[in-house]
């Protein structure tokens, strides 16, 4: 099994590390980020960590890969499917994993159908915690040979549909949750913080709320939210446009995507120079900072 990965972030590095554990050797990456001042000298570190190979171009890499796996971002995932198209054929299976609406995976479906069979794939969990056995949820043609493969690597995948779109719907009501919670989040407690009740205030609401205690989910949603508020803006306008078409309110989607935005601006994933900070509280004191 050959896999190639369009985009070398977070996403496919923790894949990949996981994948190699269960005997996979031949996995490659494209990523035209690969000569950027900053986040080059990551993805050329994460290769030679992993011992994978690089390749030069989108063809390339496609050529000498059976499954193609888009790891990039939802406002380039038509884009590349376009470019990608050119060089899929019949034997392969294109996968997107991008968090974008479901409109966008049936339009990608539309570009790749007539030259492979297509996978809308989404992570419901944190790839960085479970690496290739994050939970996955899949829509598509290719669905079912996606999860044949997939389950001889020890891979958590599962199948909602024949339909394209229908896994990026569940991740889209997701989303309307989670990313409007983290910005809620912040807003508290960064108040917290400046009346120095920050303490108190995670005690107050980890009473409120159940499960693992709330400082292990704050860590996970502020580190991740200050390395990747860009990508969450479009990841937004996905939910937006899934809500309004849907005739649903979306008025705290709107409110998250602009919550997201405000902290975009703040460059916090160069603040942290592209590495996730060791605790939430670090995100609170950088966005203090950074709020002139």
């Known amino acids: 099994m050959k896999i190639g990965f369009i985009g070398f972030g977070e996403a496919a590095y923790h894949i990949t590390r996981g994948l190699l554990t269960e005997g996979i050797k031949d996995i490659r990456a494209f990523d035209i980020n690969v000569d950027h001042p900053s986040l080059g000298f990551v993805i050329k570190n994460r290769v030679e960590e992993l ?6 171009s989108l063809e390339n890499l496609i050529k000498n890969s059976d499954v193609v796996i888009c790891a990039t971002s939802a406002k380039y995932a038509i884009k590349i499917a376009k470019e990608a198209a050119e060089f899929l054929t019949n034997s392969m299976i294109y ?7 479901p409109m966008v995976q049936k339009e990608i479906e539309e570009i790749t159908q007539d030259r492979c069979k297509f996978v809308d794939a989404a992570v419901v969990e ?3 915690t479970f690496q290739h056995k994050v939970p996955i949820l ?12 997939s389950k001889k690597y020890g ?3 599962l199948k909602i549909s024949d339909e394209a779109g229908s896994a990026s719907a569940i991740k889209v009501a997701r ?4 990313k409007g919670l983290t910005t809620l989040l912040i807003e508290s407690l960064v108040i917290s913080k400046k009346y120095n009740v920050d303490n108190f205030i995670m005690e107050s609401l980890n009473n409120t709320l159940t499960g693992k205690h709330l400082t292990i989910t704050a860590k996970n949603l502020l580190t991740r939210t200050a390395l990747h508020a860009e990508r969450r803006v479009a990841e937004m306008d996905d939910v937006i446009k899934t809500l309004e078409e849907s005739d649903v309110n979306a008025l705290m989607s709107h409110a998250t995507k602009a919550k997201l935005s405000y902290i975009a601006e703040m460059k916090l994933n160069e603040h942290f120079n592209f590495e996730e900070p060791k605790d939430y509280g670090d995100v609170v004191e950088a966005i203090i900072k950074l709020d002139k």
Request: zero cysteines; charged letters at 20%.
């Open 51 to 56: 011992g994978i190979t690089l390749d030069k």
């Open 95 to 101: 996968v997107d994993m991008n968090a974008t609406s």
């Open 126 to 128: 944190s790839i960085p």
């Open 138 to 149: 899949v829509s598509g043609s290719g669905a079912d040979e996606f999860i044949e493969i």
């Open 155 to 157: 891979m958590d995948v």
């Open 175 to 178: 989303s309307t949750f989670m």
